[in-house]
């Protein structure tokens, strides 16, 4: 949408996410991402209004505009591990959306998530069994743990040794919408922009054996 007039509502920036995926699963390309560096110094010039801003994992199993079939200009990624709320994420995504008026943010978690399953294996380990992380480590699975446990609580048997990846697979879910729940609870701005509907909270899985995107919350 390089040439766009009217900046998409939530609802349609969510259809758009939604069928940038089915490209993608469908091995197709769109004509307009594949073109859009021809738009680059438009893009530059005019400056940026994404349609979506977009917190998820860093792991490369999940390329951002590669998922969606979009293009420069198209999605303000924020990307860390175990895609958390941090303070530093949160300010990045109150920026985008005061900044651009950007209607849509999806919290995308992933399946067999690396941060998640040395999250599960630090809560199920024997104590002082499992080697020390770094502090900055440390900072990334404090903000996992809450959703991590919450997911062996209602899931009791996720608990048991070979569960693992089922394990880990529930708990993106369970840490998706704890994200979700932090943007709101500790961004005031966020929070307002939410309940003035400026801005939609939705919350997503991708399953990286597939390429597949599913929103479990909009
Ligand atoms: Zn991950």
């Known amino acids: 949408m390089p040439h766009r007039k009217t900046a998409p509502s939530a609802n349609q920036a969510l259809e758009l996410m939604k069928e940038g995926n089915e490209r993608f699963i ?23 209004t994404p349609f979506v801003i977009l917190l998820s994992c ?15 200009g198209d999605i303000f990624v924020c990307r860390i591990a175990g895609n958390v709320a ?4 949160m300010g990045s995504i109150e920026f985008a959306a005061e900044q651009f008026g950007t209607p ?3 919290v995308m978690g992933h399946t067999r ?21 770094s502090a900055n480590l440390e900072a990334v699975v404090r903000e996992i743990l809450p959703a991590a446990s919450r997911a062996l ?6 608990g048991d040794p070979g569960e693992l990846g089922r394990a880990t697979d529930e708990a993106a879910i369970t840490n998706v919408q704890h994200t979700l729940d932090t943007l709101q609870e500790k961004s005031e701005v966020i ?28």
Do not use: W, Y
């Open 26 to 48: 469908n091995g197709l390309r769109s004509v307009d991402s594949m073109m859009r560096s021809q738009d680059l110094a438009e893009l530059a010039e005019r400056g940026q």
């Open 58 to 72: 860093a792991d490369s199993r999940v390329p951002a505009e590669i998922l969606f079939d979009r293009g420069p």
């Open 86 to 89: 941090t303070p530093a994420i």
């Open 104 to 106: 849509l943010c999806v």
């Open 113 to 133: 998530c690396g941060a998640i399953k040395a999250t599960l294996q630090s809560l199920l380990a024997p104590p002082n069994s499992l080697p020390k992380p």
């Open 153 to 158: 609580r209602e899931h009791p048997h996720l």
């Open 191 to 218: 929070r307002g922009l939410v309940a003035s509907g400026r801005l939609k909270l939705a919350g997503a899985v991708c399953d990286i054996a597939t390429g597949r995107v599913s929103f479990i919350s909009e």
